[in-house]
C-alpha cells in the first residue's frame, strides 16, 4: 500500500487536477496506462477513498507534515505527533477543523478524532513509530520558550518577523487557550501580565499552513443555497450534477461536460477577511506565521527575541499577497445538506500560481455566489 501511495504522489503532477480523481474515468483511464507501463495491472491496486484522502488532504493544508500522516484503511488514520502532545493535538484537530472527539474508540487509550465522513483518526506516539519527533507543537513550543525566561520576572518579549517586529513589555508568563474558539476567537496562544490580565493574543501559522479556517459554519447559508442554484439554473461554466450517492451532486463544466475540482469565490467583504483572519479576541489577534524550534529564542537580559516568519496585525497586510483569504468550495461525499460541497477558506497560494488558477477550479465573484 505504502509504495502505491509513492506511486500515486510521483505521478500526480500528470493528472489535471494535480491527483488521481476516483470517480473520473479520463483519470482511471491514465492511471491503467501508468500502471501497464511498470507492468502492474490495475487489480492489483487498491485505492484509497476520495474521502480518506480529503482528510489526508485537510490535515496537510492545516499544517501536518505528509510523512506524519498515515493512511491505515479506507476508514483509518494514524497521526504522529510527540507522546506529551498527543491530547492537545486532539483538541487542536476538534476546534481547528471541526472534528468530534470519541474517548471510547477502541484501538486506542486516548481514543480517537472522528472526521465529518467516520474516518477515525488516532494519534500516536512519534517516537515509537521508528522515528524521531519533528519538535515540540507549535502552541506548546512558544509557551515553553517563553515561560522558561519569565519564570525568573518580568521580561520583554520581541518577535522579529520577516515583514515587521512586535515587541511587549512585562510579561509575566505565556498560556495555550487554542481549544477555546467560541464566539469566533482565533488565538493560541496568550502573553499575560504579572496580574494575569492579557497583554497579547497570538493565533499561530505553521510555516506550511495554508488553510485559514474550516468554513462550514460561517458559509452554511452561502453553500447551502448556491447548490441549489447549480443544480436548477447552473453557471456556463460550472454547475453540479448528479453522482451514484444519493444527495450527492459532483462540480462540472456545463461547457465542456467535465469535472471541475473546486470554486474559488473572490472578493470575500473586508468585514468576513477581518473575522477569518483575525477572529474576535480583545485585544485583537496578531497572527504569526511560523513553525518554532529552539533555535527560534534568543535571550539577552530582559529581552527575548523570537524569529517569528511572517506577521500579520492588519488585513493590509494579506491583502494582495499570497495569503490573502479565497473561499473554496470543494467536493466531500460527506455533505449532503449543500449536495457535496465543503466550504474551507484557504490562502490565495493554494488556488492560484503566478495569477493563475490551479488545476481544474473555475471562479466566482462572491456576489455571483450570493445572488
Given amino acids: 500500500m505504502n509504495e502505491i501511495n509513492l506511486f500515486l504522489k510521483k505521478v500526480g503532477y500528470k493528472f489535471p487536477k494535480g491527483f488521481c480523481d476516483i470517480n473520473d474515468k479520463q483519470d482511471i483511464s491514465l492511471l491503467q496506462s501508468l500502471l501497464e507501463q511498470h507492468g502492474v495491472p490495475m487489480y492489483e491496486v487498491i485505492l484509497v477513498n476520495e474521502a480518506a484522502s480529503d482528510i489526508k488532504n485537510e490535515l496537510i493544508d492545516a499544517g501536518y507534515a505528509p510523512e ?7 476508514k483509518q488514520i494514524r497521526l504522529l505527533t510527540k507522546g506529551n502532545e498527543r491530547k492537545s493535538t486532539m483538541d487542536k484537530l476538534v476546534a481547528d477543523l471541526g472534528y468530534t472527539y470519541n474517548p471510547n474508540f477502541k484501538g486506542s487509550s486516548l481514543g480517537a478524532v472522528i472526521a465529518d465522513d467516520g474516518t477515525a483518526i488516532i494519534v500516536k506516539p512519534k517516537e515509537r513509530q521508528g522515528g524521531l ?61 504579572e ?7 497570538i493565533s499561530l501559522k505553521k510555516s506550511n499552513a495554508v488553510m485559514w479556517e474550516s468554513a462550514d459554519k ?25 453522482t451514484e450517492k444519493e444527495g450527492i451532486y459532483r462540480l462540472f463544466n456545463p461547457k ?12 470575500l467583504p473586508n468585514n468576513e477577511n477581518e473575522s477569518i483572519v483575525f477572529g474576535t479576541d ?10 518554532f524550534s529552539p533555535n527560534d529564542f534568543s535571550f539577552s537580559g530582559s529581552t527575548l527575541t523570537i524569529k517569528s516568519g511572517v506577521i500579520f496585525t492588519d488585513l493590509s497586510d494579506v491583502e494582495g499577497t499570497e495569503y490573502e483569504p479565497i473561499l473554496v468550495l470543494r467536493h466531500d461525499v460527506t455533505r449532503t445538506a449543500s449536495k457535496g460541497l465543503r466550504p ?28
Fill in 218 to 242: 460561517r458559509y452554511k447559508d452561502l453553500v447551502n443555497k448556491l447548490s441549489q442554484k447549480l443544480i436548477s439554473n447552473p453557471f456556463p461554466t460550472i454547475g453540479l450534477r448528479k
Fill in 344 to 371: 474551507i477558506v484557504y490562502n490565495k497560494s493554494h488556488g492560484y500560481k503566478d495569477g493563475n488558477l490551479k488545476g481544474a477550479q473555475s471562479e466566482l465573484t462572491y456576489a455571483q455566489a450570493v445572488a
Fill in 133 to 193: 519527533s519533528a519538535g515540540l507543537d507549535n502552541e506548546q513550543a512558544l509557551v515553553d520558550g517563553i515561560n522558561q525566561y519569565a519564570s525568573e520576572g518580568l521580561i520583554s518579549v520581541t518577535f522579529k518577523g520577516e515583514n515587521k517586529t512586535l515587541t511587549y513589555a512585562n510579561v509575566a508568563s505565556a498560556k495555550s487557550v487554542g481549544t477555546d474558539t467560541a464566539g469566533g476567537k482565533k488565538a493560541d496562544v496568550q502573553l499575560l501580565g
Fill in 195 to 201: 496580574e494575569g490580565n492579557v497583554i497579547a493574543n
Fill in 256 to 267: 465542456t461536460n467535465t469535472d471541475l475540482s473546486g470554486i474559488i469565490i473572490t472578493d
Fill in 282 to 291: 480583545k485585544p485583537k489577534t496578531v497572527v504569526i506565521k511560523q513553525t
Fill in 68 to 74: 506524519d500522516i498515515i493512511v491505515k484503511s479506507s
